[in-house]
């Protein structure tokens, strides 16, 4: 061990990420609940495709559920980071416009354009004027537990979502027994990650990678998001640049990047996200690719997780690397929960008519 953590968290955590991380069996459990009886008043008709409008941690929920109905969702899902829509958006198109504030510019304009387009539109918010719109228009909301950071909804905003699609008949009801299998699992999983001991998974894998620059490599099947998700927390928690791409795609460019630069290269570090049904050629190039790469970064290492569906996997993962991200954030000596850089941004953008 190289810190005393419970120290760190005193001098460092002042508001609280650490219950926040924490917390995210209670979110999954309590959107359960919440959900079980919902049903739409506007009963969606019709709809060819879905796209989930969301930036930052509003987004990856839309991310997480979308990789889990791949298999089973007989209609195609987008998510929709841009303040412009796709062309295909009209009146068989099912829109859920998800804002934890509410007040995320680009969401609210692809809402103003999907309202534009006569879409069939249910809401995701704690409140704000995505909440205001849609009141106006009598839409139907789904309402979000406020208070936390929008990174740390990621329970709520995933599992709300979800259940929805699934209430919708886009996704098959045993979804929800995985959730709550997902659950438990994530309890006694939290129980191990946020205890300050020398056997902590979470602590020791952040004591390799604190003092590097990431590079998460996630598989096209499953864990593209899982690394996607790890990047944005080690920036917005861990305060730290890294780098993610996925395999297959990675060995027909990526790959070749690591040539240049050896002294670089030894600044990086390698961290391989593996699921168990990953395509077996996904695998092994997985295998081959860090072979080939062994003596070039810093350390490499691989992150999995076991369970018994692709969602219960997932939600273990993300919870993992969420652990990692919050553990890097105090060897970083830095406060994970505040984000100075984007609100300073915001406050420009709101500068600019």
Same mark, same amino acid.
Request: hydrophobic share 40%; charged share 20%.
């Given at each position: 061990?190289?810190?005393?953590?419970?120290?760190?968290?005193?001098?460092?955590?002042?508001?609280?990420?650490?219950?926040?991380?924490?917390?995210?069996?209670?979110?999954?459990?309590?959107?359960?609940?919440?959900?079980?009886?919902?049903?739409?008043?506007?009963?969606?008709?019709?709809?060819?495709?879905?796209?989930?409008?969301?930036?930052?941690?509003?987004?990856?929920?839309?991310?997480?559920?979308?990789?889990?109905?791949?298999?089973?969702?007989?209609?195609?899902?987008?998510?929709?980071?841009?303040?412009?829509?796709?062309?295909?958006?009209?009146?068989?198109?099912?829109?859920?416009?998800?804002? !934890?504030?509410?007040?995320?510019?680009?969401?609210?304009?692809?809402?103003?354009?999907?309202?534009?387009?006569?879409?069939?539109?249910?809401?995701?918010?704690?409140?704000?004027?995505?909440?205001?719109?849609?009141?106006?228009?009598?839409?139907?909301?789904?309402?979000?537990?406020?208070?936390?950071?929008?990174?740390?909804?990621?329970? !709520?905003?995933?599992?709300?979502?979800?259940?929805?699609?699934?209430?919708?008949?886009?996704?098959?009801?045993?979804?929800?027994?995985?959730?709550?299998?997902?659950?438990?699992?994530?309890?006694?999983?939290?129980?191990?990650?946020?205890?300050?001991?020398?056997?902590?998974?979470?602590?020791?894998?952040?004591?390799?990678? !604190?003092?590097?620059?990431?590079?998460?490599?996630?598989?096209?099947?499953?864990?593209?998001?899982?690394?996607?998700?790890?990047?944005?927390?080690?920036?917005?928690?861990?305060?730290?640049?890294?780098?993610?791409?996925?395999?297959?795609?990675?060995?027909?460019?990526?790959?070749?990047?690591?040539?240049?630069?050896?002294?670089?290269?030894?600044?990086?570090?390698?961290?391989?996200?593996?699921?168990?049904?990953?395509?077996?050629?996904?695998?092994?190039?997985?295998?081959?690719?860090?072979?080939?790469?062994?003596?070039?970064?810093?350390?490499?290492?691989?992150?999995?997780?076991?369970?018994?569906?692709?969602?219960?996997?997932?939600?273990?993962?993300?919870?993992?690397?969420?652990?990692?991200? !919050?553990?890097?954030?105090?060897?970083?000596?830095?406060?994970?929960?505040?984000?100075?850089?984007?609100?300073?941004?915001?406050?420009?953008?709101?500068?600019?008519?």
């Amino acid at each position: 061990m190289l810190k005393n953590y419970s120290e760190l968290k005193k001098k460092h955590d002042l508001e609280n990420m650490f219950n926040a991380i924490n917390g995210f069996s209670v979110q999954i459990q309590d959107s359960v609940t919440q959900m079980k009886n919902w049903s739409p008043v506007n009963g969606p008709e019709n709809i060819r495709n879905i796209l989930i409008l969301g930036m930052g941690g509003s987004a990856i929920g839309g991310d997480i559920a979308r990789v889990i109905l791949q298999s089973e969702c007989e209609v195609p899902i987008s998510v929709n980071r841009s303040y412009n829509i796709p062309a295909w958006v009209n009146e068989q198109t099912l829109v859920i416009a998800s804002s !934890y504030s509410g007040n995320t510019e680009e969401t609210l304009s692809g809402l103003d354009q999907c309202i534009a387009r006569n879409a069939q539109i249910i809401a995701m918010t704690t409140g704000g004027r995505v909440g205001e719109i849609a009141l106006e228009n009598k839409f139907d909301v789904i309402p979000m537990v406020g208070g936390l950071q929008p990174r740390a909804a990621l329970g !709520y905003s995933f599992t709300l979502l979800l259940m929805a699609l699934i209430k919708l008949g886009f996704g098959h009801h045993d979804l929800i027994h995985q959730l709550e299998v997902a659950v438990n699992k994530l309890e006694v999983l939290s129980k191990s990650l946020k205890n300050f001991d020398e056997d902590n998974y979470a602590i020791n894998i952040s004591e390799k990678i !604190y003092e590097s620059i990431p590079v998460i490599y996630g598989s096209e099947d499953l864990t593209w998001v899982a690394a996607l998700r790890f990047r944005g927390q080690l920036a917005e928690n861990s305060k730290m640049m890294a780098f993610h791409h996925h395999i297959p795609e990675h060995n027909h460019n990526e790959i070749e990047g690591w040539n240049s630069y050896p002294e670089l290269l030894k600044k990086l570090s390698i961290i391989w996200l593996p699921d168990q049904q990953d395509h077996p050629r996904s695998l092994a190039r997985m295998k081959i690719s860090r072979e080939l790469l062994s003596d070039l970064p810093k350390s490499q290492i691989n992150i999995t997780s076991d369970g018994s569906s692709p969602l219960v996997r997932l939600l273990l993962l993300i919870h993992t690397i969420d652990w990692i991200s !919050y553990y890097t954030a105090l060897l970083n000596e830095t406060d994970p929960t505040p984000v100075i850089k984007i609100m300073s941004l915001k406050n420009e953008m709101s500068k600019i008519v």
